[in-house]
């Protein structure tokens, strides 16, 4: 789901002021009306995270959105501010746009940046089917090289977790980064990617599924960016954290695919001057786990 752009605080018009540690926000969205509260300080991101909670089973993720706020010096609602922070009493709404996303699910070279998520030596023994999203994820690390698709790596806590294993290659990424939060989106991440023009999709594979991945996601569409999420290249120490994880992404609007779909998409014609070579990356390294009946 995309919006218009978050963040700064917003000095009086459509707000009352309130005190304490959360702050009362009335969330309309079609004919409804929902009162809540979020933290003070909220930004765009929290507000979206209460629109899915308060209305997820009515809105169309395959629609673009933007939030407004209503403002009493107009007398009307207002796209939502950028900068804008919850600081006061307040009403917003979530809009549909008229457009429907008809490129949801297209990937190109040109807009793709692939994020390789925390695929540490410690995480070996605990994590199922380890080895076999070591074998996906170099596979896609290596077509990312072919097809010249910059790649983001970060590492959780490696001073106790260890590094990236050996046998991912991480030549050319071109941002490998140490983290604590359990996210990738980081100052950093966010800095690299407003260096790559045109970014729309992201590509996430690694680990957990249910912990690093899934808040990685659902901070990247709050940004208004589209999420690939590889199934064969993600997995948890538990099958069942992994399956609730991606059921619920994949109902957010987050996209759940294969790597071979991935590669074969970036490509998109037998005629592309890499088809050969990524073809034959497919067929060198496609491992029989049984990882994506467990889907």
């Known amino acids: 789901m995309a919006a218009a752009e978050p963040a700064a605080a917003l000095g009086g018009g459509g707000c009352s002021p309130a005190g304490g540690g959360s702050v009362p926000v009335l969330f309309c969205f079609s004919v409804f009306a929902r009162p809540s509260s979020v933290p003070h300080g909220a930004g765009y991101e929290l507000l979206i995270q209460k629109f899915l909670s308060l209305y997820g089973d009515q809105i169309d993720m395959h629609r673009k959105f933007v939030v407004q706020l209503f403002a009493e010096e107009w007398s009307q609602y207002i796209d939502l501010p950028k900068g804008f922070l919850v600081s006061e009493r307040c009403k917003v709404r979530l809009v549909p746009l ?38 996906v994820g170099q596979r896609l690390l290596q077509g990312a090289r072919l097809l010249g698709i910059p790649v983001i790596v970060t590492e959780q806590y490696p001073k106790g977790l260890g590094s990236t294993v050996q046998e991912i290659d991480l030549t050319g990424a071109k941002l490998v980064l140490p983290k604590t939060k359990f996210s990738m989106v980081l100052p950093e991440v966010e800095a690299a990617l407003a260096e790559i023009p045109g970014v729309r999709s992201v590509v996430l594979f690694g680990v957990e599924t249910h912990v690093c991945i899934q808040q990685t996601a659902l901070e990247l569409i709050g940004r208004g960016l589209e999420v690939h999420i590889v199934a064969d290249a993600t997995s948890s120490r538990s099958m069942m954290d992994r399956m609730f994880a991606l059921e619920r992404l994949a109902r957010t609007g987050i996209i759940v695919t294969t790597s071979e779909a991935i590669l074969l998409q970036l490509v998109a014609d037998k005629e592309h001057p890499k088809f050969k070579e990524i073809q034959n990356l497919i067929k060198a390294s496609a491992p029989e786990s049984g990882l994506l009946s467990k889907v």
């Open 98 to 135: 008229q457009i429907q996303m008809t490129t949801l699910g297209n990937l190109t070279p040109s807009s793709t940046v692939f994020f390789c998520c925390d695929m540490q030596e410690r995480f070996r023994p605990a994590i199922k089917y380890f080895g076999d999203i070591i074998s």
